[in-house]
T-cell receptor, first 112, second 109 residues
């Protein structure tokens, strides 16, 4: 498709397990962003990629969170040793540099 | 300190009842102000970008305006399908957009 694709759309996991969330951006978009949206909260910035490098990791909430991007395209957000407070919708967006962001539908993570 | 504050948190309108949503911001060196619409269970959908005070943009029943301190999203004669959460975001010196918490709009027939 032409839009940002995220998988899985829903993930239920047990506390302490690791999870991987995938984002496939719009073709040609060099910038890629991960945000987190918790119930009743605004979008919380996690990390930004320009190409394969991440000049801004300031939003990652702890060292359990990491992300990578390969080939200037697909990105994976990994959460290790998940905690209940990690439950949220994880949104990926892509753009041209400093352009408007186009979001995917999100990955809903539930940690039991 | 929040950079972006949206009000009201929730708004209920009758179909055809025009109103405005507010987004106030405190960043210096604004590089752009963005409006998005988000439906339940969906990702935010881009609506407008405004770059300088005095700028206005329109799309169907929506018009966005920008001053040096705030932006308004005016909704003229809304319809039930306009019901959604409307998000405002600003871009300053960084690369990421800083989002407000949104205004949840419900338009009843």
């Amino acid at each position: 498709g032409a839009g940002v694709s995220q998988s899985p759309s829903n993930k239920v996991t047990e506390k302490g397990k690791d999870v991987e969330l995938r984002c496939d951006p719009i073709s040609g978009h060099t910038a890629l962003y991960w945000y987190r949206q918790s119930l009743g909260q605004g979008l919380e910035f996690l990390i930004y990629f320009q190409g394969n490098s991440a000049p801004d990791k300031s939003g990652l909430p702890s060292d359990r969170f990491s992300a990578e991007r390969t080939g200037g395209s697909v990105s994976t957000l990994t959460i290790q040793r998940t905690q209940q407070e990690d439950s949220a919708v994880y949104l990926c967006a892509s753009s041209h540099p400093r352009g408007e962001l186009f979001f995917g539908e999100g990955s809903r993570l539930t940690v039991l | 300190e929040d950079q972006v504050t949206q009000s009201p948190e929730a708004l209920r309108l009758q179909e055809g009842e025009s109103s405005s949503l507010n987004c106030s911001y405190t960043v210096s060196g604004l590089r752009g102000l963005f409006w998005y619409r988000q439906d339940p269970g969906k990702g935010p959908e881009f609506l407008f970008t405004l770059y300088s005070a005095g700028e206005e943009k329109e799309k169907e029943r929506l018009k966005a305006t920008l001053t040096k301190k705030e932006s308004f999203l005016h909704i003229t004669a809304p319809k039930p399908e306009d019901s959604a959460t409307y998000l405002c975001a600003v871009c300053d010196s960084g690369y990421a957009l800083n989002f407000g918490k949104g205004t949840s709009l419900l338009v009843t027939p």
